[in-house]
């Protein structure tokens, strides 16, 4: 039977996330190599996953599985470097073709998006018939494959797009959402952790149909306020959160993990004034300004230590980010075992007209690192060199010999943080 607007209460919304993406885009180079054992991801010591083809999948590679892990699964899959310009370039094209369909598409990563296509209906025909029409002009336009999932609201959508994979659409009315949530395993609910699933696990609730049944008072008693109430919502297919045009960052940050463990500290320096200016480099790009510094350093031993400072007044600079890092770097103390990965955030951004003060640190007694307009106009230069002869064209001095390739961290649940390449939650199938 097909499916129309009438299935639905308020809005229609599609959750669209390509299928393999990293895989299937290297996959277009290499066509000899479909139907194999594919894995995307980097050579180092202590690289992860990026993506996997659903061959080496069957084997339990996963997304963000370390490398090692991996290839002792799948040995003999085919292991590709990530080529990150060209994920960019087809991430815009599919990106082009959603915004065809409707203004309203929230893009979650480079291969994901939802679209509230409410009031494209009457133009472009029931949901069923603008999905089928997606999926058709992204392969046109890419050689790419889009799952699609249809509902109601966003967690539904993308519960569907989930189920559809891989090369599926799969349409959940209003009123089939409950028959829709209730057999899935705890476990499978966008936004449940493997802890959360544990403790519903230790008391018998193993399906949403089970949660469903705890009741409200039950569910935060046992997850506490707030993840109890979510919980409660969701089994019951409720979210009223709408497609957002574009995301507000609240923070933006960078990685590096260390090809061996370090107690050098010239060497945690160096690597925290290259994330410094990788950092205020971005800030710079989107014309804010921010109101906080943040480090996080992970140990050997996996534990991670992470310290934070608000400021009086917004900062652009790496100088001043690095001048940040390093003070609360000093405030750690000795760490406990060598280093295994670092840190560097920045924090409460605001407007780059915002006023600003003269100095990074108050209340230390100390005169504080000057925000110079100098120094601005300097790191901007240093922008517009580098994009023109590359990341090495203009680096500071101290970074000549070295550098390193910071990753770009997930925002850790504080906001939206710019990530060139952020990698779906996969289920990224």
């Not at 094209?93 to 990563?109: A, F, K, N, P, Y």
């Not at 994901?112 to 603008?130: K, M, N, Q, W, Y």
């Not at 090495?392 to 000549?400: E, S």
Request: hydrophobic share 35%; proline share 5%; with cysteine.
């Amino acid at each position: 039977m097909a499916r129309t607007a009438s299935d639905f209460r308020d809005r229609v919304i599609l959750h669209v996330d390509m299928d393999a993406f990293f895989v299937n885009v290297e996959l277009l180079r290499r066509p000899e190599l479909r139907g194999r054992q594919v894995v995307v991801a980097g050579s180092g010591p202590r690289s992860v996953v990026l993506s996997a083809s659903y061959e080496a999948r069957e084997l339990g590679v996963g997304s963000a599985m370390p490398v090692s892990r991996a290839r002792g699964l799948a040995p003999h899959a085919v292991y590709i470097e990530p080529s990150h310009g060209g994920y960019r370039d087809y991430s815009q094209r599919i990106m082009e073709v959603l915004r065809s369909v409707t203004d309203l598409v929230e893009q979650v990563s480079v291969d994901e998006a939802f679209l509230d296509v409410t009031g494209s209906l009457r133009r472009l025909g029931g949901p069923v018939a603008i999905a089928r029409g997606i999926r058709r002009e992204i392969y046109e336009a890419t050689g790419l494959v889009a799952s699609i999932g249809v509902a109601g609201n966003k967690f539904i959508a993308k519960m569907a797009s989930t189920g559809s994979k891989p090369d599926g659409l799969w349409l959940v009315p209003d009123d089939r959402i409950l028959d829709f949530l209730d057999p899935l395993p705890v476990r499978r609910l966008w936004g449940v952790g493997e802890k959360t699933a544990a403790n519903l696990d230790d008391a018998g609730l193993r399906t949403s149909g089970d949660v469903r049944g705890a009741g409200l008072d039950y569910l935060r008693r046992r997850l506490g306020q707030a993840a109890g109430t979510h919980l409660h919502q969701i089994v019951r297919g409720i979210d009223e959160r709408p497609v957002v045009v574009e995301r507000t960052e609240k923070s933006m940050g960078a990685e590096h993990t260390f090809t061996y463990d370090t107690d050098d500290l010239q060497e945690i320096r160096a690597v925290l004034l290259q994330l410094s200016h990788d950092v205020a480099r971005r800030l710079r790009r989107s014309g804010r300004r921010a109101r906080g510094v943040a480090i996080k350093v992970r140990d050997r031993d996996f534990r991670t230590h992470s310290r934070s400072r608000a400021l009086d007044q917004g900062i652009t600079t790496g100088r001043e980010v690095y001048e940040g890092a390093v003070r609360l770097l000093t405030e750690m103390g000795p760490l406990p075992s060598r280093v295994r990965l670092v840190g560097v955030r920045v924090e409460r951004l605001d407007e780059g007209d915002a006023g600003r003060q003269l100095s990074l640190w108050d209340g230390d007694g100390s005169a504080g690192l000057h925000a110079a307009p100098e120094w601005d106009e300097a790191e901007s230069a240093m922008d517009v060199i580098r994009e023109r002869f590359g990341p090495r064209g203009l680096q500071p001095a101290r970074l000549v010999r070295g550098g390193v390739k910071p990753r770009y961290g997930p925002d850790g649940g504080s906001g939206a943080c710019e990530d060139p390449y952020p990698v779906s939650d996969e289920n990224e199938a």
